[in-house]
């Protein structure tokens, strides 16, 4: 069982930036495939970007020179560094994690609560 909590969302101008956090506990945390993903209103919810256990980094096309995912596994905690945020990025973002995982939301047993981020001027 692994319980996830995000932080970091907030409000922000086109252009700007933002970090989220996911933060874990539970079950040994190195071990699972932390995945982004985000859902904006009236939409289905997609993958963003994940990162594996060694550190092996994935990517939503729409967001790749933009967005950075990390991992410190001795604090639990995925990062998703985003920049040049545009309007479109609006959504709330939820954290997920599991043992096999990508940018499919199937593939994830274990959620966060979500944190909004607002891309507006």
């Known amino acids: 069982q692994v319980q996830l909590v995000e932080s970091g969302g907030g409000l922000v101008q086109p252009g700007g930036s933002l970090r989220l956090s996911c933060v874990a506990s539970g079950e040994t945390f190195e071990k699972y495939v932390i995945g982004w993903f985000r859902q904006a209103p009236g939409t289905e919810r997609e993958g963003v970007s994940c990162?594996?256990?060694?550190?092996?980094?994935y990517y939503k096309d729409s967001v790749k020179g933009r967005f950075t995912i990390s991992r410190d596994n001795a604090k639990n905690t995925v990062y998703l560094q985003m920049n040049s945020l545009k309007s479109e990025d609006t959504a709330v973002y939820y954290c997920?994690?599991?043992?096999?995982?990508?940018?499919?939301?199937?593939?994830?047993?274990?959620w966060g609560q979500g944190t909004q981020v607002t891309v507006s001027s």
């Open positions: 997920a994690a599991d043992v096999y995982g990508g940018l499919m939301e199937s593939t994830y047993r274990y």
């Open positions: 990162v594996t256990g060694d550190g092996s980094t």
